[in-house]
């Protein structure tokens, strides 16, 4: 199934219930994912990049933002 966020088409990679998803614009390998509440119509955009700062090799860091 796929929902509309900002004009782009998002899969549903998981729901909670029927008000919570977490989408994504492909099935694998995305490079940011949105959590999402259809009953607030409330989103957001998490950024998953690689970190030189983390202490591991490939270790990824996530940046957030919150849109209404």
Known sequence: MIIEVEN??????????????????NIKHNSHFIF?????LNHYTIHITPSPYLPYKNQLSAQIYHQE
Do not use: Q
């Open 8 to 25: 782009r088409p998002y899969y549903i990679l998981v729901a909670n219930g029927d008000e919570e998803f977490i989408l994504g614009e």
């Open 36 to 40: 999402f509440n259809r009953k607030t």
